[in-house]
């Protein structure tokens, strides 16, 4: 089966500055590769996705990149801000819908 | 408007009573999942199911048991609570599709459990 790795499992930076968060997944098959954020007490909200057929993909201040051949995708934060501070996990599926493979999260704090 | 409820937001329970988690989503979505976060950030997949009257178990293993009866309800029971299911477990539902706007999971707020 799928299995997506994360890294890093924590992160600090410094208001203003950028984050990236790295993710690999381990079958090719997969297409479709959402990005969620996790707020203190809540459940994780969508914040972007990109499919296969798609290197790059940009809202604002985020982006994720996908590489599909060395099987990894990432997300970029510009001009981090404290509110940006939060959990973030990458996922994969074969299929947007279907059951996703998550990584295993990234705790991110931007400190002002 | 179309979102995912779960309650209770919060519990606390004595060990040995019999706890159901409750899940409800609007948007009529055919797969519904539970998961279990422990504190250490990962999401560990306990049930699932693809419709009315399809239940499967997850990677992780565990005590619980769930029901598919609506397609809006997919509730979480234990018989019997212990300290080691002291969690936070979260609900999500996804829609096969390909268009816009039909991506991914939503996921309910969660519910803190703990038993004591």
């Known amino acids: 089966g799928e299995n997506v790795e994360q890294h890093p499992s924590t992160l600090s930076v410094q208001e203003g500055d950028s984050a990236v968060i790295k993710c690999t997944y381990s079958?090719?098959?997969?297409?479709?590769f959402p990005w969620y954020k996790q707020e203190l007490g809540k459940g994780p909200q969508l914040i972007i996705d990109i499919r296969s057929n798609v290197g790059e993909k940009k809202d604002q201040r985020i982006a994720v990149t996908l590489n599909k051949t060395a099987k990894h995708f990432s997300l970029h934060i510009t001009e981090t801000q404290p509110e940006d501070s939060a959990v973030y996990f990458c996922?994969?599926?074969?299929?947007?819908?279907?059951?996703?493979?998550f990584g295993g999260g990234t705790r991110l704090m931007v400190k002002p | 408007e179309a979102d995912i409820y779960q309650t209770p937001r919060y519990l606390v329970i004595g060990t040995g009573k019999k706890i159901t988690l409750e899940c409800s989503q609007t948007?009529?979505?055919?797969?519904m999942y539970w998961y279990q976060q422990d504190p250490g950030m990962e999401l560990h997949l306990i049930h699932y199911?693809?419709?009315?009257?399809?239940?499967e178990k997850g990677d992780l293993s565990s005590e619980s048991t769930v029901s598919r009866i609506r397609t809006e309800h997919f509730p979480l029971t234990l018989e019997s609570a212990r300290p080691s299911h002291t969690s936070q477990y979260l609900c999500?539902?996804?829609?096969f599709g390909q268009g816009a706007g039909r991506s991914g999971y939503t996921f309910g707020s969660g519910t803190r459990l703990t038993v004591v």
């Open positions: 948007m009529g979505h055919d797969k």
């Open positions: 999500a539902s996804s829609e």
């Open positions: 199911s693809y419709g009315v009257n399809s239940t």
């Open positions: 079958d090719s098959a997969s297409n479709y």
């Open positions: 996922a994969a599926s074969i299929g947007a819908g279907n059951m996703l493979t």
